[in-house]
């Protein structure tokens, strides 16, 4: 446990000596902003005190961004071969994977802490459906980790950041869209099978206020398949 | 704590890169490897290192193997590797920090064992900078003072002194012969002369197999064979001394070295030396032996001879 405390700090710390986390909050607050506030189906346009476009874009943009802060989480130190180091430590692999997963949701988790003067304003303006905006914060969460997952596991497998990101965000784009868009095409079982693996269908339940353990049970399987692959490529390459 | 290998086998697909090595480290060893280029002495490393595992074969480390107990013997191990791989946008204190913390140092003495490193490897000019911005020497030395930070018992160093200046050299051969007393120490180089005023015994290494083993001294006994004296007498005839010399018992071959004046070579029989004969011959004869040198081989020669075949 505090092998696993010690890998996440420093992880998180490189994000923010190397101005990724700075760059990564500004954009992500910038979007949701933006559009939560001033364009489109805003707030005030909707008229309802609820944060649901907040969740919408935060949907899309951690859906982006997300690749990009895992890419070199595993690539980069097999290129530079700093993963000698690290396997030469008495630490796990498992260790190795969890403590940069932890990094990167403490990330994500400070840019989601970021937006609650939203929802504290949204309050302000009238009367918010507190379950509802949690549930969607805590989908956002969950399909977080669910993308970071992926995106260690395709940073295990390649030394190149550019691949590890577009693998992930392929992998992301099978699970964000393109299951879902499958799915329509299929009826019966068939078609309920390959909903159920798409991460969308789960997020907008979860983010409808709805929390059932089906859908938390998918997310987590989700997290431990992908950080348990990921485990296994790195004892490969002993 | 002892190091003991047995049978090491390392295949990389189906080249071989270490073939049924075995050997075995002291404590209070300090064991050079020497070898060409893909000769398996990183190999060898990493696998005690628990970095590569094993195609067959053991090694121990004091009680521990590394399959089956890597995790106490990589606490036991420190390690340099060979490119020296570092996080180049940490500084040096917080990179040390990260390290101790790692390799299970308590809290209460991470701080002490930083300090202690700094002084010891000279980093205090360099010690808030970020590693990215170090120079190659400088770099090597938050190498080292990384491998030793949690004062382990056993010290491996791939090729601990490249990139460091000549006095920077002088000063980490003299902390690792220092480490060297109490610990087991295993250190790859390709300079030769390194490996002599280091270690107390060299394992050469070729092509996966271990060659050579022991201190400099028997290395070089064992390759020298028959004794060889380079000898310059005078007052004397030159051919009056050439065919005194060649009849001498101890002596097996006895030449004037082409193009010099009363300088003659003599390679003595088996492992018998003509030295004192030499000087008895002169003595008789009234010659003035004003010059007599073995010849050394030189480790570079040994190295040569046991390399390439």
């Given at each position: 446990?505090?092998?696993?405390?010690?890998?996440?700090?420093?992880?998180?710390?490189?994000?923010?000596?190397?101005?990724?986390?700075?760059?990564?909050?500004?954009?992500?607050?910038?979007?949701?902003?933006?559009?939560?506030?001033?364009?489109?189906?805003?707030?005030?346009?909707?008229?309802?005190?609820?944060?649901?476009?907040?969740?919408?874009?935060?949907?899309?943009?951690?859906?982006?961004?997300?690749?990009?802060?895992?890419?070199?989480?595993?690539?980069?130190?097999?290129?530079?071969?700093?993963?000698?180091?690290?396997?030469?430590?008495?630490?796990?692999?498992?260790?190795?994977?969890?403590?940069?997963?932890?990094?990167?949701?403490?990330?994500?988790?400070?840019?989601?802490?970021?937006?609650?003067?939203?929802?504290?304003?949204?309050?302000?303006?009238?009367?918010?459906?507190?379950?509802?905006?949690?549930?969607?914060?805590?989908?956002?969460?969950?399909?977080?980790?669910?993308?970071?997952?992926?995106?260690?596991?395709?940073?295990?497998?390649?030394?190149?950041?550019?691949?590890?990101?577009?693998?992930?965000?392929?992998?992301?784009?099978?699970?964000?869209?393109?299951?879902?868009?499958?799915?329509?095409?299929?009826?019966?079982?068939?078609?309920?099978?390959?909903?159920?693996?798409?991460?969308?269908?789960?997020?907008?339940?979860?983010?409808?206020?709805?929390?059932?353990?089906?859908?938390?049970?998918?997310?987590?399987?989700?997290?431990?398949?992908?950080?348990?692959?990921?485990?296994?490529?790195?004892?490969?390459?002993? | 704590?002892?190091?003991?290998?047995?049978?090491?086998?390392?295949?990389?697909?189906?080249?071989?890169?270490?073939?049924?090595?075995?050997?075995?480290?002291?404590?209070?060893?300090?064991?050079?490897?020497?070898?060409?280029?893909?000769?398996?002495?990183?190999?060898?490393?990493?696998?005690?290192?628990?970095?590569?595992?094993?195609?067959?074969?053991?090694?121990?480390?004091?009680?521990?193997?590394?399959?089956?107990?890597?995790?106490?013997?990589?606490?036991?191990?420190?390690?340099?590797?060979?490119?020296?791989?570092?996080?180049?946008?940490?500084?040096?204190?917080?990179?040390?920090?990260?390290?101790?913390?790692?390799?299970?140092?308590?809290?209460?003495?991470?701080?002490?064992?930083?300090?202690?490193?700094?002084?010891?490897?000279?980093?205090?000019?360099?010690?808030?900078?970020?590693?990215?911005?170090?120079?190659?020497?400088?770099?090597?030395?938050?190498?080292?003072?990384?491998?030793?930070?949690?004062?382990?018992?056993?010290?491996?160093?791939?090729?601990?002194?490249?990139?460091?200046?000549?006095?920077?050299?002088?000063?980490?051969?003299?902390?690792?012969?220092?480490?060297?007393?109490?610990?087991?120490?295993?250190?790859?180089?390709?300079?030769?002369?390194?490996?002599?005023?280091?270690?107390?015994?060299?394992?050469?290494?070729?092509?996966?197999?271990?060659?050579?083993?022991?201190?400099?001294?028997?290395?070089?006994?064992?390759?020298q064979g028959n004794e060889m004296l380079k000898?310059?007498?005078?007052?004397?005839?030159?051919?009056?001394?050439?065919?005194?010399l060649q009849?001498?018992?101890t002596v097996a071959l006895a030449d004037?070295?082409?193009?010099?004046?009363?300088?003659f070579e003599v390679q003595s029989k088996g492992?018998l030396?003509s030295?004192?004969?030499?000087?008895?011959?002169?003595?008789?004869?009234?010659?003035?032996?004003?010059?007599?040198?073995?010849y050394?081989?030189?480790?570079?020669?040994?190295?040569?001879?046991?390399?390439?075949?």
């Open positions: 446990m505090r092998a696993l405390v010690i890998l996440a700090k420093r992880e998180l710390q490189s994000f923010f000596d190397s101005l990724v986390a700075y760059i990564m909050l500004a954009a992500f607050l910038g979007f949701s902003g933006f559009f939560t506030w001033l364009y489109g189906s805003d707030v005030f346009l909707r008229n309802q005190a609820d944060l649901q476009t907040f969740f919408g874009i935060a949907y899309w943009t951690l859906f982006f961004f997300i690749p990009a802060l895992t890419m070199k989480m595993l690539a980069d130190e097999r290129k530079s071969g700093t993963i000698e180091l690290l396997f030469t430590k008495p630490i796990s692999d498992w260790q190795i994977v969890c403590g940069k997963f932890l990094a990167c949701l403490s990330l994500i988790l400070i840019a989601l802490l970021c937006t609650l003067p939203y929802y504290i304003t949204v309050w302000k303006l009238g009367p918010v459906d507190h379950g509802s905006v949690l549930c969607g914060y805590l989908g956002l969460i969950l399909m977080s980790s669910a993308y970071i997952s992926i995106g260690i596991y395709a940073s295990s497998v390649t030394n190149n950041q550019i691949v590890a990101f577009l693998v992930s965000l392929f992998a992301g784009m099978f699970f964000h869209i393109l299951l879902d868009m499958i799915s329509k095409n299929f009826t019966g079982t068939a078609g309920e099978l390959i909903s159920y693996l798409s991460v969308s269908s789960h997020y907008d339940s979860i983010s409808r206020g709805v929390i059932d353990s089906k859908d938390i049970i998918y997310f987590l399987s989700l997290i431990f398949m992908s950080l348990f692959l990921s485990e296994v490529s790195l004892a490969k390459q002993k | 704590m002892d190091i003991n290998v047995t049978g090491l086998t390392k295949l990389y697909g189906a080249q071989k890169a270490l073939d049924n090595v075995s050997f075995h480290v002291k404590t209070g060893e300090i064991v050079g490897f020497l070898g060409p280029n893909g000769a398996g002495k990183t190999t060898a490393m990493k696998i005690i290192t628990c970095y590569l595992s094993a195609t067959s074969g053991e090694v121990k480390v004091g009680d521990y193997t590394v399959r089956n107990n890597s995790q106490e013997v990589k606490r036991m191990i420190g390690y340099l590797p060979e490119h020296n791989p570092l996080y180049l946008d940490m500084p040096v204190i917080d990179y040390l920090e990260f390290s101790a913390l790692l390799q299970g140092v308590e809290k209460s003495k991470v701080q002490l064992r930083i300090r202690e490193m700094v002084k010891k490897c000279g980093l205090n000019v360099e010690k808030h900078k970020k590693i990215g911005e170090l120079s190659k020497g400088f770099r090597q030395r938050v190498g080292l003072a990384q491998a030793m930070i949690h004062d382990p018992q056993v010290l491996i160093l791939d090729e601990p002194t490249t990139g460091l200046d000549p006095n920077q050299i002088v000063e980490i051969r003299r902390l690792i012969r220092e480490l060297g007393k109490e610990k087991t120490v295993i250190l790859s180089t390709h300079i030769l002369p390194e490996v002599e005023a280091t270690c107390d015994r060299i394992l050469i290494i070729s092509k996966g197999k271990i060659v050579a083993d022991g201190t400099s001294d028997t290395l070089r006994k064992k390759s000898l310059k007498i005078e007052d004397g005839n030159k051919m009056d001394i050439l065919r005194a009849q001498l018992e004037v070295i082409a193009g010099s004046e009363n300088v492992s030396s030295r004192r004969n030499v000087f008895k011959l002169c003595v008789d004869n009234k010659w003035v032996l004003t010059e007599a040198v073995p050394e081989t030189k480790l570079e020669d040994i190295f040569r001879d046991l390399t390439i075949n």
